[in-house]
């Protein structure tokens, strides 16, 4: 436990690094959603391209 | 040599390529970074002075170097692309940018937490450095905005690289000139330049988190950098071809 | 650069009309030119009535109040700069024309400070008494506003470049010119405090001076190259 107290500073050393961990995983959450979106984005653009396509022939 | 920075350039070649890269890098960085922490944390001598508080310099430092880095990173694209006209450089800074503005904002955060117990204040007006990140913060959000503001990509890509790269003028006068500002009342300095002498134990821990995080950052910028890319390339048949194998069959 | 062909005016002519026109048109419609001052004068006011009329705390503060209000008054012009030539096609007529984008833009830029920065150098003794400044520091409040404005109307040039197709209007362009601005206001308000207390101004003078120098010669060329990308 005398770890975790940091010899009374541990509220600050602890926040600091969830913090820094929370943004890094939060970035990584951020670049895969996104990335997700814009491909069903692409997908679905083929779709609609596609049946006008169809309908135009 | 030349031959490869052509292919590098082409942005299905880097598709694929970057997606090869990330795994490696994550990894790499990942390991640096979690040797970095458990040192950092529990293996590491208390400083003399600030005792176990100033274990937060090893996510601080990292953040505000990272912070830094992506600004250049961002204005070196922005310029190469608007330059040469390259796309792929666009996409890197456009890329760049919201990993900057994070990092900056750790570094804001992790400063102010690391000043409470040291200054007894959350917000140290007379210490130049966070000031410097507070602004650079502001400058990374303007880039974002205006980017936001511009529908049409091409657009946006060369109106914010515009703004980037005034931008990156104009960040040594901003750094220079808060420097001044502050000196003018002494204020209460965390690391004096040229002060005590971190070595060892203290030390490698250190020199991992921000090599280790250098690595995470390039892993994520790479990671946008490819969605960039597709929204780039919308209509190239290669990125057709990505999303809907079937349809040239 | 190759010489301009015959019966083209010159590039000072050239300068010269795109000043001339932005005057003239200052002068037609004065409400542009008088609205940032009243602004200017109304954001001083709003300083003392909240942080109380005691005197002493007011010639302490006053420096900085005077040159955030300055700031913001220039500001609140900016947008304007290539809004109203962009609505009637002038500056379709600016990007056409055979003289040098950047020499247009400097002009613009010129016509701006003008109509905006000129005036505000001028009232601000007035605002100044107000704030119990002392004559000397008054002189190189003056001073340090005339080198500042200048800055920011080349710099803001470039920002409202920028945005001028966009129709977010000015926060967009504050957001993006205020953190550039910063040096200005951080030497600005230092040397105007530093001359009020009696001190030695000259190293925020020769700062603003350079700064003032620096975005006479750069800033034309970004914001030629924003009015162009704007109007792709």
Same mark, same amino acid.
């Given at each position: 436990?005398?770890?975790?107290s ?49 309908? !135009?022939? | 040599?030349?031959?490869?920075l ?48 100033f ?28 330059i ?10 456009? !890329? ?136 780039r ?5 290669w ?11 | 650069?190759?010489?301009p ?63 955030v ?9 900016l ?17 056409? =024309? ?15 400070w003008?109509?905006?920065?000129l005036?505000?150098?001028?009232? =601000? ?42 129709n ?41 001076g ?23």
């Open positions: 436990m005398e770890v975790l940091m010899g009374g500073y541990g509220a600050y050393v602890w926040t600091a690094y969830a913090l820094t961990f929370g943004v890094l995983i939060l970035c990584v959450a951020q670049g895969r959603r996104r990335h997700r979106r814009v491909m069903s984005e692409l997908r679905a653009r083929v779709l609609v391209d596609r049946a006008a396509a169809e309908k !135009s022939r | 040599m030349w031959t490869f052509h292919k590098l350039a082409s942005p299905p070649y880097f598709y694929k390529l970057a997606a090869s890269m990330i795994p490696w890098l994550a990894v790499a960085g990942l390991v640096l970074v979690g040797y970095g922490t458990v040192a950092g944390l529990f293996f590491a001598p208390p400083d003399y002075q600030q005792k176990d508080a274990r937060i310099i090893y996510v601080h430092v990292p953040a505000a170097y990272l912070s830094m880095l992506g600004y250049v990173v961002m204005a070196t694209a922005a310029g190469i692309g608007l040469w006209r390259m796309k792929l450089a666009h996409a890197v800074a456009a !890329s760049a940018a919201p990993l900057g503005a994070w990092f900056t904002f750790l570094a804001l955060i992790t400063g102010a937490i690391w000043g409470r117990p040291m200054w007894g204040t959350w917000w140290e007006w007379g210490d130049p450095r966070l000031t410097s990140e507070l602004i650079l913060l502001f400058l990374y959000f303007g880039y974002m905005a205006l980017r936001a503001a511009i529908d049409d990509t091409t657009k946006a890509d060369r109106a914010s690289a515009v703004l980037a790269l005034v931008g990156a003028v104009n960040v040594p006068i901003i750094h220079f000139s808060v420097e001044w500002w502050s000196s003018l009342h002494q204020g209460p300095t965390l690391i004096r330049a040229g002060g005590p002498a971190i070595a060892g134990p203290m030390l490698w821990p250190l020199l991992a988190m921000i090599f280790g995080f250098s690595l995470l950052f390039a892993a994520l910028l790479l990671g946008r950098v490819r969605t960039e890319v597709l929204i390339e919308r209509r190239a048949r990125v057709r071809k990505l999303v809907y194998p079937e349809e040239t069959a | 650069m190759t010489e062909e015959p019966g083209l005016p010159g590039l000072l002519a050239g300068f010269a009309a795109v000043v001339r026109r932005d005057l003239h048109l200052a002068w037609r419609r004065p409400g542009d030119v008088l609205n940032p001052l009243f602004f200017f004068a109304i954001v001083s006011t709003l300083f003392p009535l909240a942080v109380g009329p005691d005197a002493d705390q007011l010639a302490l503060n006053g420096p900085g109040v005077l040159w209000a300055a700031l913001l008054a220039a500001l609140l012009s947008n304007s700069v290539f809004l109203n030539d962009h609505e009637d096609g002038t500056l379709d007529q600016l990007l056409l =024309s055979p003289q040098p984008l950047p020499l247009l833009a400097l002009a613009k830029s010129t016509a701006h003008l109509v905006s920065g005036p505000l150098v001028l009232v =601000s003794p007035l605002v100044a008494l107000s704030f119990q400044m002392p004559a000397r520091a008054t002189t190189v409040m003056m001073l340090t506003l005339a080198l500042g404005t200048v800055s920011l109307s080349m710099l803001g040039a470039i920002g409202a470049g920028l945005t001028v197709g966009l977010r209007g000015n926060a967009l362009l504050s957001l993006l010119i205020l953190p550039l601005a910063m040096p200005m206001l951080i030497f600005g308000a230092r040397t105007v405090s530093l001359a009020a207390a009696g001190d030695a101004a000259s190293a925020g003078i020769y700062f603003l350079a700064y003032c120098v620096l975005a006479l010669s750069l800033a034309p060329f970004a914001t030629a190259a924003a009015l162009r990308i704007s109007n792709e």
